[in-house]
């Protein structure tokens, strides 16, 4: 079975499914598809919390380094990827990644900083050491900024991380 990437809202011809249905087929609590088949892949759904810049919630196959950042012309938000039309994100954000048994979240020089369960990675504009994370935790990406009136001009994304393994099991507790 493949899992196709492309933009939400554009319908397979071969399926009449979209990347959306696509990329919800491969990260049922089985994971497996409706023919059985087993990804084998690490997934991660990233779900916005209320105090986050609104976007929907993502489904992002691990099996290769992700990368989370601002939209720019060539690089698009889409239900599988971690690009956001969000002003406080640097374009190369940060990575997020499974290896050896774990997930990992790493800023990559952000400016406006990478955050787990409301803890900074590292110091504006230097690059994080690799942290690991887990099923239930909180990442921030980017800062609100708020203008003399305490009023948000641009908010960041926070969202609920939910992690699956390759097998299709859950992740954490």
């Not at 990644?97 to 990992?104: A, N, Q, V």
């Not at 787990?116 to 800062?143: A, Y």
Request: overall charge positive; proline content about 6%; glycine content about 6%.
């Amino acid at each position: 079975m493949v899992v196709y990437r492309k933009e939400p809202n554009n319908l397979d011809p071969l399926t009449g499914t979209t990347a959306a249905q696509s990329v919800e087929e491969a990260t049922n609590d089985a994971g497996k598809s409706a023919n059985s088949v087993s990804y084998m892949v690490p997934r991660a759904i990233l779900t916005s919390r209320p105090n986050s810049h609104p976007f929907q919630e993502r489904h992002l196959l691990l099996d290769q380094p992700i990368k989370v950042g601002r939209s720019v012309a060539r690089c698009r938000p889409a239900l599988c990827n971690a690009i956001f039309d969000c002003k406080v994100l640097s374009r190369n954000h940060a990575l997020l990644w499974y290896e050896d048994g774990k997930f990992y979240l790493q800023d990559t020089k952000s400016s406006n900083g990478t955050f787990v369960n409301n803890q900074r990675l590292s110091k504006s504009s230097e690059e994080s050491l690799p942290r690991e994370v887990c099923s239930g935790d909180i990442v921030q990406f980017g800062v609100d900024v708020v203008e003399n009136s305490r009023k948000v001009v641009h908010g960041c994304i926070v969202a609920t991380l939910k992690l699956y393994l390759p097998d299709g099991k859950k992740q954490g507790p």
